[in-house]
């Protein structure tokens, strides 16, 4: 049986969830056109045959939906503490003793940077 403290993030995760998917989807009205190795291709398009998008750098999440008429729309963004749950490192980091030891820096991830981006300002 879990904790009791456990049980209630449990039931607020899915409340949060839940509510989530009742925010209004945005119709995605404007044409993006893209490059991609087979050329120009629409957001739409993107949405073919697609299981993930590799980048560099992803600090945020967002969440789009193609209907059946190929109609795209925005259904959801994400970005810093909001994608937390995608990240396992940061829910390692909440069980140990500091959590992620914040607390007096600019902004809450300040601490990450690229592997090769630390410098003499490390610590």
């Known amino acids: 049986m879990p904790a009791p403290f456990f ?3 449990v039931r607020l995760r899915d ?11 945005v119709k995605v009205e404007k ?12 957001l739409a398009d993107l ?3 697609m299981n993930g998008y590799p980048s560099e750098e992803l600090h945020g999440a967002s969440v789009f939906y193609k209907d059946a008429d190929g109609q795209v729309y925005h259904t959801y963004s994400a970005y810093a503490r909001g994608c937390d749950i995608r990240l396992g490192a940061y829910n390692y980091l909440d069980l140990a003793p ?14 990450v940077r690229h592997h090769d981006r630390y410098g003499d300002d490390a610590s």
């Open 7 to 9: 049980a209630a993030f």
């Open 15 to 25: 409340e949060l969830s839940r509510q989530r998917r009742q925010l209004p989807w």
């Open 31 to 42: 044409r993006y056109v893209f490059e991609a190795p087979q050329g120009q291709q629409t």
């Open 47 to 49: 949405f073919d045959g």
């Open 98 to 111: 500091k959590g992620r030891d914040e607390e007096g820096l600019p902004f809450t991830v300040s601490w």
